[in-house]
């Protein structure tokens, strides 16, 4: 399938890994990329730009396909040492970054001198656009519907979709909610020319995670996702365990006056225990309302070949046979 988001990556299919904390390491990535998708390594997962750069030459060592580093910008007292991630991408010879958080025009100049390709993730149309101006190469539209940082507009993808493809000039993929077929060639009719999975790829053979995570997510339905961290306007989107409803009931009990060190024990330091660990009643960890639609563990290559198949499939005989019905 030819898209222009494929055409830009040098992909063989329109499905881009999301970067995820704690998830994105060289296995999954080059899993994904191997199949024909976008593979993704989280830099922040690693704790210096050094280790950035051993992951990175690991997965190259595991594919020779194209894959990309999200590199997300967070407001911090102590950021991290942003400059030596972008020398480790760089150095790295990663042509394909995915930008998150705050505006990523700093660094662009760099990247791009580069000659690396940057999809910026966004919320929001508002915030597309002014990403589009600054010079980005692509977009990830993310959805109320995903797991993560939702923003604070909660618009679905229904609505958020086919207003950013009436806006913008560059491609964008949809993010939040995608899982199969039924969302690639949705997801193309509203607008993009691809699809940004996390949520589905954390329940892969791949994934370098707890087998309690995977059996949590096919265990749960789309009612068992809650917004943490309202109150403070950094909304994520969590699977719901017993430290996730403590931590609600504390934004309940304070209201205004909470503030994050209120509920940093249900937040601070989770992934490695959950993701890791397997403690599933640990604390707060993305995942996407999408769950509900995950009913399995396949392999990477399984799952992208499925979705790739299951699309065609609705293309070629749902679509065109409603085409060919009203015609007659």
Not at 180 to 193: I, Q
Not at 198 to 212: L, S
């Amino acid at each position: 399938m030819k898209t222009r988001i494929t055409e830009l990556l040098g992909i063989k299919h329109p499905i881009v890994q999301g970067g995820m904390h704690y998830v994105g390491f060289a296995e999954l990535a080059a899993a994904v990329s191997n199949a024909g998708g976008l593979g993704i390594i989280t830099a922040l997962t690693q704790r210096t730009p050094e280790l950035l750069a051993a992951e990175i030459g690991k997965c190259r060592s595991m594919t020779d396909k194209p894959f990309g580093v999200n590199l997300t910008f967070l407001p911090s007292v102590t950021p991290p040492d942003y400059p030596g991630y972008v020398k480790a991408i760089i150095e790295g010879g990663v042509k394909i970054v995915e930008t998150a958080g705050n505006n990523p025009q700093k660094w662009l100049p760099a990247l791009k001198d580069a000659g690396i390709k940057v999809i910026h993730k966004c919320t929001s149309v508002r915030h597309a656009l002014k990403a589009e101006a600054i010079g980005v190469d692509a977009l990830s539209i993310d959805g109320f519907e995903c797991g993560g940082h939702p923003g604070e507009d909660d618009v679905p993808n229904f609505i958020l979709l086919p207003r950013a493809a009436e806006e913008l000039k560059i491609p964008f993929v949809a993010s939040g909610g995608m899982a199969d077929g039924r969302s690639l060639v949705a997801a193309m009719a509203l607008g993009a020319e691809g699809m940004n999975m996390g949520t589905r790829f954390i329940a892969t053979k791949e994934a370098p995670v707890h087998d309690n995570v995977k059996a949590a997510i096919v265990a749960a339905s789309e009612l068992d996702t809650r917004l943490v961290m309202r109150p403070l306007r950094n909304t994520e989107r969590v699977l719901t365990n017993a430290g996730v409803e403590r931590l609600l009931a504390k934004e309940k009990e304070l209201g205004s006056t909470i503030t994050f060190n209120d509920i940093a024990s249900e937040v601070a330091g989770i992934y490695p225990r959950v993701m890791k660990g397997g403690e599933m009643e640990a604390g707060a960890w993305s995942c996407g309302m999408v769950a509900g639609l995950i009913k399995d563990v396949p392999t990477v290559k399984e799952l992208i070949d499925r979705i790739m198949n299951e699309a065609r499939t609705i293309i070629r005989e749902k679509l065109e046979n409603a085409l060919a019905d009203a015609a007659a």
